[in-house]
């Protein structure tokens, strides 16, 4: 019989390292990359009863992989969820999450502050299949408890949010939520699941996309959805089974191997990022510097509350406006210019011109992205070479 993990609760690194791992009968030690497509029965009686249920194989790619299902168990491990299933990507995820769940007629509640392609779904694709899609500013519990005072179906969150950092008092809204009827989806990417449990803090379904610090190196796009067995095994597995955001079995291993590290690159990126937060507070060309755990974020005590560290990302802005944002991004010896994140290389964004280009100078003025604003993703570098790069920038800006 090969070895299985003890029953007593598992540390977080040690799920990262083990957990899920279901070792071939080649007692292989690293998890296994089965890149197969489909899967073959010894027999037809075999086939029949795995279709009808009564017999469990793996069939196809598209409902499950060996490789897959070590990540997945590896994720629901670490949430502290009951089940998980991966997409291709973090859009995927949330596009499967929400779908899985709605039909014509429903009402949907969502936080204005989202990724942009969420924002996409909930104000352009949703109101084609005859769902309602209603923002509220996701920092004012006024406004959701006006929002939530009618029947909905769904509220979509993000905390903290890109690129503001702003945060949702999850416990607050949720309980709103399940008084209007509402699945409570949190899109978790900037919290990471070591530094925010949404699922412990009164969230249904917790997405993720794995591309970001899970893989942690810039190789591969995955998604992932977390929450009840009975809602993933009856709502969301038929939906992805059927219409196939199904993830590449090769990506799954790569975050696996991802994983294995994510405990000690999440804290090393905090650390740098609140260091980075105080030395761009300190300078006069910056207007604002925001980290959730810094004391001038406006929503501190919230964030203290929340989350067990202030995350990876650092938004600030600069006095001089879109030029003097260009000439800081180009003034960059180390840091990249790109729009992912979650990666061990530093990267800055310019939101206005990139990410929240296509919602418009009014949307953005209502999320506080200004023509300054730079997302900065704190990467693994030397914190001091990166204070160095950031100082030069900030002199030539
Ligand atoms: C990146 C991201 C997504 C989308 O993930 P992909 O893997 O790029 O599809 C969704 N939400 C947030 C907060 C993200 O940062």
């Not at 089965?34 to 009808?52: C, K």
């Not at 029947?151 to 979509?156: D, E, I, K, M, N």
């Not at 993720?208 to 009840?228: I, P």
Request: with cysteine; glycine share 8%; hydrophobic share 45%.
């Amino acid at each position: 019989m090969p070895k299985t993990l003890p029953k007593r609760p598992l540390r977080p690194a040690t799920l990262l390292v083990r957990g899920g791992t279901n070792r071939s009968n080649h007692d292989e030690t690293a998890e296994a990359l089965f890149l197969t497509s489909g899967f073959v029965y010894d027999n037809a009686e075999q086939a029949e009863a795995t279709f009808a249920g009564t017999a469990q194989h793996f069939q196809y790619s598209r409902f499950g992989n060996p490789t897959t299902a070590m990540l997945e168990q590896r994720l629901a491990a670490l949430e502290g969820a009951e089940a998980c299933r991966l997409t291709a990507t973090g859009m995927a995820a949330v596009h499967a999450a929400m779908l899985s769940h709605l039909k014509a007629g429903d009402r949907v509640v969502a936080s204005r502050a989202l990724f942009g392609s969420c924002h996409w779904i909930v104000s352009t694709l949703l109101p084609r299949y005859g769902i309602e899609g209603v923002f509220v500013d996701g920092g004012d519990l006024a406004q959701w408890e006006a929002a939530l005072a009618k029947p909905t179906a769904l509220v979509l969150l993000e905390t903290p949010s890109n690129p503001m950092l702003e945060l949702v008092d999850l416990p607050a809204v949720a309980a709103l939520a399940h008084r209007a009827g509402a699945l409570v989806v949190v899109d978790n990417v900037f919290a990471t699941p070591l530094l925010q449990k949404p699922l412990q803090l009164g969230a249904d379904v917790v997405v993720y996309s794995c591309t970001k610090h899970m893989d942690g190196q810039g190789r591969v796009l995955g998604g992932a959805v977390l929450g009840s067995k009975k809602w993933v095994d009856e709502v969301l597995q038929p939906f992805i089974r059927n219409t196939g955001p199904s993830i590449s079995p090769f990506n799954a291993w790569v975050i696996l191997k991802g994983l294995e590290t994510l405990h000690l690159r999440v804290p090393a990126m905090c650390r740098s990022a609140a260091a980075i937060a105080e030395f761009l507070g300190g300078r006069k060309e910056v207007a604002r510097a925001l980290y959730p755990f810094a004391e001038s974020h406006p929503q501190h005590a919230l964030a203290k509350r929340l989350m067990t560290d202030g995350g990876t990302l650092v938004t600030f802005d600069l006095k001089g406006g879109k030029e003097a944002a260009f000439r800081f991004c180009n003034a960059l010896q180390v840091i990249d210019i790109s729009n992912n994140l979650g990666d061990s290389k530093s990267m800055v964004t310019h939101p206005a011109t990139t990410t929240h280009m296509r919602i418009g100078a009014e949307e953005r003025a209502k999320l506080g992205i200004t023509d300054g604003t730079i997302r900065l993703s704190v990467g693994l570098e030397d914190v001091a070479d990166l204070i160095e790069d950031l100082g030069a920038a900030l002199d030539a800006a």
